[in-house]
């Protein structure tokens, strides 16, 4: 084994999955810095996560080949920094990522000076030119060379871009409160434009589950149901028409819902859902488990559930939240961040592959279920020589594998002469949980297991929603122990730790006190505990301290006291996660209307009004503002 770097020292598992890189690795923090001002030495820096695909690609073919250790030891100050426990340095880099590449990922790489100005950025490097990137060698050569002959010139020119990226990262003044109405409908009509009405979703591939999306469609058709005006007319089956021609705002929803519970990004056999589709068809995923997406798209299952009663969208929500409480539940009642895309191909064998733990053979599933295999199979989709479509398998791992997709009707598939629907579908229980008895055999994937302050508040909301709307009291005990785990080990009384992995690690960040407030004020409706209403007035105040925009209104990030991070932003676009101001927003109005507190109320009008020249110019890229503004301008109800 090779000997273990400074890495080893870290908590991190995404840093200690590098601990024995013959690459000599720093953590971000002074130590990295002092050394490449000395050495007067570029600095590589290497952002990922712990069950990112590609960040395992990338240091399998690069980070543990000696030679290009090498290049880089002599030529580079080389820092690795886990995404999830430092979103502030990951967002300052990525957002000059995406500005000079027109893109973004994981592994993010970028090089820097010694004084942490970005001037080469890229994500994945193969080790040699293929994919239409060049080598990482290369690259690595080329840029020690460059800065050897031009460091003057590359100095002045990070001086610019940081600049540029300052400026371009400045939230305009407020405009004034934005006008609800016409930005849902603008929002409404481009998600209309960009549905997929075949497979559900929007745009093509790659497809990610983005619940804040759906979280907006299913308030604008119950807000266009309940007040129906001269654009909206309340049509059949509550559906809005003129506005909603054909494929209506809770259609959408569903048939999105439904086609992701189908497809392969969901898994059928253990629970919850894969991070996002490579493909167009919800069928070929990358096969990492996030709890961020498990706990938004539970509220999204659930709100389907509440709109149209329909008991599939409930079995989908608890489907989910079994999955949570048996793999990602802490014994202290934390939840944990995540399950890896790779997992071992054999016990005690180090080689790995993307969704070995999930792929079946059909040989292997006859074996298991015997004269019932038939049946499985053709509901599943499982085929002789493997389902995954070949361009959606750039490295054969699938190859004679099948990922189970849900297709047809499950009384045309499972059927055998003189058998019910429903003893159908038991047949398919009973089969799933012979697999699954069988996977658990299989070696499992690498679980990190540091708990997130702010990926815990939006799980307790989740199991705090499904207590009230599922009426099942067990979701409330663990949503209950979920929230006396960060009161006891991430808040100290007067500040919120962004992450626990033995003890407690860095400062929380504006996201951590967003949703863990939005989780307490779910968890105080499901049990009308005053306590959790009382910490969220207490997270509240803090996060107001620490983050609130007073002179543009709006939240910060971060809290701009470490020199470190060049840029003091706003986050402005709900992607995987929603942005803190989204959320915070939608919390200072409820807190509001439960202590009666005007000033909550004006604070979250001037909380939205901050981003009215982007949600004017751009209304989907916030839908979980356009959320937070719906609450606002029609008020509560009691």
Same mark, same amino acid.
């Given at each position: 084994?090779?000997?273990?770097?400074?890495?080893?020292?870290?908590?991190?598992?995404?840093?200690?999955?590098?601990?024995?890189?013959?690459? &000599?690795?720093?953590?971000?923090?002074?130590?990295?810095?002092?050394?490449?001002?000395?050495?007067?030495?570029?600095?590589?820096?290497?952002?990922?996560?712990?069950?990112?695909?590609?960040?395992?690609?990338?240091?399998?073919?690069?980070?543990?080949?000696?030679?290009?250790?090498?290049?880089?030891?002599?030529?580079?100050?080389?820092?690795?920094?886990?995404?999830?426990?430092?979103?502030? #340095?990951?967002?300052?880099?990525?957002?000059?990522?995406?500005?000079?590449?027109?893109?973004?990922?994981?592994?993010?790489?970028?090089?820097?000076?010694? @004084?942490? %100005?970005?001037?080469?950025?890229?994500?994945?490097?193969?080790?040699?030119?293929?994919?239409?990137?060049?080598?990482?060698?290369?690259?690595?050569?080329?840029?020690?060379?460059?800065?050897?002959?031009?460091? $003057?010139?590359?100095?002045?020119?990070?001086? !610019?871009?940081?600049?540029?990226?300052?400026? +371009?990262?400045?939230?305009?003044?407020?405009?004034?409160?934005?006008?609800?109405?016409?930005?849902?409908?603008?929002?409404?009509?481009?998600?209309?434009?960009?549905?997929?009405?075949?497979?559900?979703?929007?745009?093509?591939?790659?497809?990610?589950?983005?619940?804040?999306?759906?979280?907006?469609?299913?308030?604008?058709? +119950?807000?266009?149901?309940?007040?129906?005006?001269?654009?909206?007319?309340?049509?059949?089956?509550?559906? #809005?028409?003129?506005?909603?021609?054909?494929?209506?705002?809770?259609?959408?929803?569903?048939?999105?819902?439904?086609?992701?519970?189908?497809?392969?990004?969901?898994?059928?056999?253990?629970?919850?859902?894969?991070?996002?589709? #490579?493909?167009?068809?919800?069928?070929?995923?990358?096969?990492?488990?996030?709890?961020?997406?498990?706990?938004?798209?539970?509220?999204?299952?659930?709100?389907?559930?509440?709109?149209?009663?329909?008991?599939?969208?409930?079995?989908?929500?608890?489907?989910?939240?079994?999955?949570?409480?048996?793999?990602?539940?802490?014994?202290?009642?934390?939840?944990?961040?995540?399950?890896?895309?790779?997992?071992?191909?054999?016990?005690? !064998?180090?080689?790995?592959?993307?969704? +070995?733990?999930?792929?079946?053979?059909?040989?292997?599933?006859?074996?298991?279920?015997?004269?019932?295999?038939?049946?499985?199979?053709?509901?599943?989709?499982?085929?002789?020589?493997?389902?995954?479509?070949?361009?959606?398998?750039?490295?054969?791992?699938?190859?004679?594998?099948?990922?189970?997709?849900?297709?047809?009707?499950?009384?045309?598939?499972?059927?055998?002469?003189?058998?019910?629907?429903?003893?159908?579908?038991?047949?398919?229980?009973?089969?799933?949980?012979?697999?699954?008895?069988?996977?658990?055999?299989?070696?499992?994937?690498?679980?990190?297991?540091?708990?997130?302050?702010?990926?815990?508040?939006?799980?307790?909301?989740?199991?705090?929603?499904?207590?009230?709307?599922? @009426?099942?009291?067990?979701?409330?005990?663990?949503?209950?122990?979920?929230?006396?785990?960060?009161?006891?080990?991430?808040?100290?009384?007067?500040?919120?730790?962004?992450?626990?992995?033995?003890?407690?690690?860095? &400062?929380?960040?504006?996201?951590?006190?967003?949703?863990?407030?939005?989780?307490?004020?779910?968890?105080?409706?499901?049990?009308? &505990?005053?306590?959790?209403?009382?910490?969220?007035?207490?997270?509240?105040?803090? $996060? &107001?301290?620490?983050?609130?925009?007073?002179?543009?209104?709006?939240?910060?990030?971060?809290?701009?006291?470490?020199?470190?991070?060049?840029?003091?932003?706003?986050?402005?676009?709900?992607?995987?996660?929603?942005?803190?101001?989204?959320?915070?927003?939608?919390? %200072?109005?409820? %807190?509001?209307?439960?202590?009666?507190?005007? +000033?909550?109320?004006?604070?979250?009008?001037?909380?939205?009004?901050?981003?009215?020249?982007?949600?004017?110019?751009?209304?989907?890229?916030?839908?979980?503002?356009?959320?937070?503004?719906?609450?606002?301008?029609?008020?509560?109800?009691?």
């Amino acid at each position: 084994m090779p000997p273990a770097n400074r890495l080893a020292g870290e908590k991190s598992p995404y840093l200690l999955q590098h601990a024995r890189n013959p690459v &000599d690795w720093f953590a971000w923090g002074d130590e990295a810095f002092d050394r490449a001002r000395r050495e007067n030495k570029p600095i590589f820096l290497s952002i990922g996560y712990s069950t990112c695909h590609w960040c395992h690609v990338m240091a399998h073919e690069s980070f543990e080949d000696e030679a290009t250790a090498d290049i880089m030891n002599e030529a580079f100050v080389n820092i690795k920094v886990d995404r999830e426990e430092r979103p502030d #340095v990951d967002r300052v880099y990525m957002t000059f990522v995406q500005a000079t590449t027109g893109g973004g990922g994981w592994p993010m790489s970028v090089w820097l000076t010694p @004084d942490l %100005l970005p001037f080469v950025a890229g994500t994945y490097f193969p080790p040699e030119d293929r994919y239409g990137h060049p080598g990482f060698k290369k690259v690595l050569l080329r840029i020690a060379d460059s800065w050897r002959q031009n460091r $003057q010139r590359i100095t002045e020119q990070g001086e !610019k871009i940081i600049g540029a990226l300052r400026e +371009a990262t400045t939230v305009s003044a407020p405009a004034g409160e934005p006008d609800f109405a016409a930005l849902s409908a603008t929002a409404y009509e481009h998600l209309a434009r960009t549905f997929d009405r075949r497979e559900g979703g929007f745009g093509s591939a790659p497809k990610f589950p983005r619940p804040a999306t759906l979280n907006f469609l299913t308030r604008f058709h +119950a807000r266009a149901v309940a007040t129906p005006n001269e654009s909206q007319t309340t049509g059949k089956k509550g559906r #809005v028409s003129e506005a909603e021609p054909s494929f209506g705002a809770l259609d959408m929803v569903c048939h999105t819902l439904r086609k992701m519970a189908a497809g392969g990004i969901h898994d059928h056999l253990g629970g919850g859902f894969h991070r996002y589709s #490579v493909d167009g068809f919800w069928h070929v995923p990358h096969f990492e488990k996030m709890l961020y997406d498990q706990a938004q798209l539970v509220t999204a299952y659930l709100d389907a559930f509440q709109l149209t009663h329909d008991e599939y969208f409930a079995d989908v929500a608890r489907n989910i939240l079994a999955y949570v409480r048996r793999d990602l539940t802490a014994p202290e009642g934390g939840f944990y961040s995540a399950e890896d895309a790779d997992s071992p191909l054999q016990h005690g !064998k180090s080689e790995q592959a993307e969704g +070995a733990f999930y792929v079946w053979t059909k040989a292997e599933i006859v074996e298991v279920l015997g004269q019932e295999a038939d049946g499985f199979c053709a509901h599943y989709g499982v085929e002789d020589d493997g389902n995954a479509p070949a361009g959606a398998d750039p490295h054969g791992e699938f190859t004679d594998k099948n990922i189970l997709i849900q297709r047809p009707r499950t009384s045309k598939t499972a059927a055998r002469p003189g058998r019910s629907e429903e003893e159908s579908k038991r047949m398919l229980a009973d089969a799933r949980a012979k697999l699954l008895a069988r996977r658990a055999e299989r070696p499992r994937p690498h679980l990190d297991d540091k708990v997130i302050a702010a990926w815990n508040g939006l799980m307790i909301s989740g199991f705090a929603r499904a207590a009230r709307i599922l @009426d099942d009291s067990s979701y409330l005990q663990t949503a209950v122990q979920a929230a006396e785990f960060l009161r006891r080990e991430l808040w100290d009384g007067t500040s919120l730790a962004r992450n626990f992995r033995d003890g407690r690690g860095v &400062d929380g960040f504006a996201d951590d006190y967003a949703f863990v407030i939005q989780g307490l004020l779910d968890l105080y409706e499901a049990s009308f &505990d005053v306590a959790w209403l009382k910490w969220a007035g207490a997270l509240q105040a803090k $996060q &107001d301290e620490l983050f609130l925009d007073r002179k543009r209104g709006g939240y910060f990030t971060t809290t701009g006291k470490d020199a470190s991070v060049l840029l003091r932003m706003k986050e402005d676009n709900d992607s995987a996660e929603p942005a803190a101001s989204s959320i915070a927003a939608l919390n %200072l109005a409820r %807190l509001s209307a439960l202590r009666n507190d005007p +000033a909550l109320s004006q604070r979250a009008r001037e909380t939205v009004s901050a981003f009215s020249a982007q949600l004017g110019h751009f209304p989907t890229a916030l839908p979980q503002m356009l959320v937070a503004l719906d609450f606002i301008s029609a008020g509560s109800q009691q």
